[in-house]
């Protein structure tokens, strides 16, 4: 196995992992737990750039004020995604929030359908038809909304492509919409430590667990970074899977969280989708390359 794919592995596995980070916060209201992770993150990544020493980009987003507003629109997604997500994990809704990234490449298939005028092939068009069918059975055999999927699908589908023509690295663009954010978080942190209604310095362990979550947010990112340079990017499509699958798992069997026949026809369905796209995007890949 070389390096890359131990890089990507390791960051898709961090992910899978990250409800078990955000339970160790479950007493702190999520708007709170995004303040600290929007802080903090941006403490950790710009100690990265100082080691890095590569902070060429900003002299970009100072020539092209159209790309920080950009950024801007993004960083209000991201944040959106953390909240739902945490939101989500914290109250049980953990195997729905691995329902909304398991959808979420099909979901960034239908936006440039929509708005970029891309056209599918034969067997995208079954895979976002079979999710479809499956999103639907759940609605209606077992009549539950999956808001939070819906939610997290939306709010990261619309970041990714909001981003598409930045040309920014994950890291450097991370920075900069930590950065847009900073001031806002700063000063809302600041409200509630006047109103005490603060969680930061209660005890120890939920200090440790707010700050860590800007390392905890960003070292993914970097590994992910490093093996996207040298491992193919059908390679990392396909492994993306993982961390919904872990996430998914951890729901059911760590927290215990109810999965009727029901749902799992739901969800089998939508699996049978995710399938067929990671199928066509390997057959995409090697017809490129042949």
């Given at each position: ?133 499956g999103v639907l059975y759940l609605m209606l055999g077992v009549r539950e909304i ?117 749902r799992f026809i739901g969800f089998a369905i939508i699996w049978a989708a995710v ?16």
């Amino acid at each position: 196995m070389t390096r890359g794919y131990l890089y990507a592995i390791t960051a898709y596995a961090l992910w899978g992992f990250f409800p078990i980070y955000w339970k160790q916060l479950h007493h702190v209201p999520a708007g709170e737990v995004i303040l600290h992770r929007i802080m903090w993150s941006l403490v950790f990544l710009v100690a990265v750039g100082v080691v890095r020493r590569q902070w060429g980009w900003l002299k970009q987003l100072y020539q092209y004020p159209r790309r920080t507003l950009i950024l801007a629109v993004a960083a209000g997604l991201l944040a959106a995604n953390w909240f739902v997500y945490v939101w989500g994990v914290n109250h049980g809704f953990v195997v729905q929030a691995s329902l909304g990234y398991f959808i979420n490449p099909l979901f960034s298939v239908l936006l440039g359908v929509a708005l970029l005028g891309e056209k599918l092939r034969r067997l995208q068009w079954w895979a976002v038809g079979l999710a479809g069918a499956g999103v639907l059975y759940l609605m209606l055999g077992v009549r539950e909304i999956p808001w939070v999927a819906f939610a997290l699908a939306l709010t990261f589908g619309l970041y990714g492509f909001s981003k598409k023509k930045m040309h920014l690295e994950a890291v450097e663009g991370l920075t900069a919409e930590m950065g847009i954010l900073f001031l806002p978080a700063l000063m809302l942190f600041l409200l509630l430590a006047h109103r005490g209604e603060s969680h930061f310095g209660q005890d120890p362990a939920t200090m440790m667990f707010l700050a860590g979550g800007g390392a905890v947010t960003a070292i993914p990112l970097l590994l992910f970074g490093a093996a996207t340079r040298t491992i193919p990017l059908s390679a990392a499509g396909i492994l993306q899977y993982l961390a919904p699958l872990l996430q998914f798992l951890i729901g059911v069997f760590l927290y215990r969280e109810p999965f009727s026949l029901g749902r799992f026809i739901g969800f089998a369905i939508i699996w049978a989708a995710v399938i067929l796209f990671i199928v066509d995007n390997v057959r995409a890949q090697r017809g490129v390359s042949a």
